[in-house]
């Protein structure tokens, strides 16, 4: 039986092909499929687009306690896990020229799902940190209520996407 060999490899091709794809949509469940970076000093808002530049930017090995961030100049992060325009137009593809027209505020609240953060630059002997924030409904008439769930220092890496976009990692520090 020649053949009998044969089925096995494909089946064993078949099966990694099979955990290679759950891997694939796990990672894109696991992280935003878009990174917006506005405030502070920039004049325009930044998208990050790369896949895996995000996920470089979202890897928190390193905690941050945050205790020195309150006296700290911040940029805003918009998470975006599903892009969808104001206008409940999704956006599908990452080459879509209607990315320009993506605000902040077109951001999905979700419970317990980080869509908003801050980026604190790099401030004298102060590492670059991340705080990412999610929103908690307390009952049905209140507002949201802002609490950050994850800080830390960023990496080099990181740090390397966010000035290959034209993200300043580096800011002076404030003078209190």
Excluded: K
Excluded at 60 to 78: A, E
Aim: proline content about 7%; overall charge negative.
């Amino acid at each position: 039986m020649p053949f009998r060999g044969l089925s096995r490899a494909l089946v064993t091709c078949g099966m990694a092909m099979l955990l290679g794809f759950v891997v694939v949509l796990y990672l894109q469940a696991a992280f935003p499929s878009l990174l917006m970076v506005h405030g502070g000093p920039l004049e325009n808002r930044v998208i990050i687009d790369d896949f895996e530049g995000i996920q470089e930017i979202m890897r928190w090995d390193v905690p941050h306690d945050g205790g020195d961030l309150d006296s700290r100049s911040f940029l805003d992060l918009s998470l975006f896990w599903n892009v969808t325009l104001a206008s409940g137009e999704e956006i599908t593809s990452l080459d879509d020229t209607r990315l320009a027209e993506l605000n902040p505020e077109d951001v999905a609240t979700a419970i317990n799902t980080p869509t908003r953060g801050r980026f604190y630059p790099a401030c004298g002997t102060a590492p670059a940190v991340i705080a990412l924030d999610t929103f908690e409904f307390p009952d049905p008439d209140s507002f949201l209520i802002r609490e950050v769930v994850q800080t830390w220092i960023v990496s080099e890496p990181a740090l390397s996407v966010f000035e290959r976009f034209g993200v300043p990692v580096v800011f002076e520090c404030d003078r209190g």
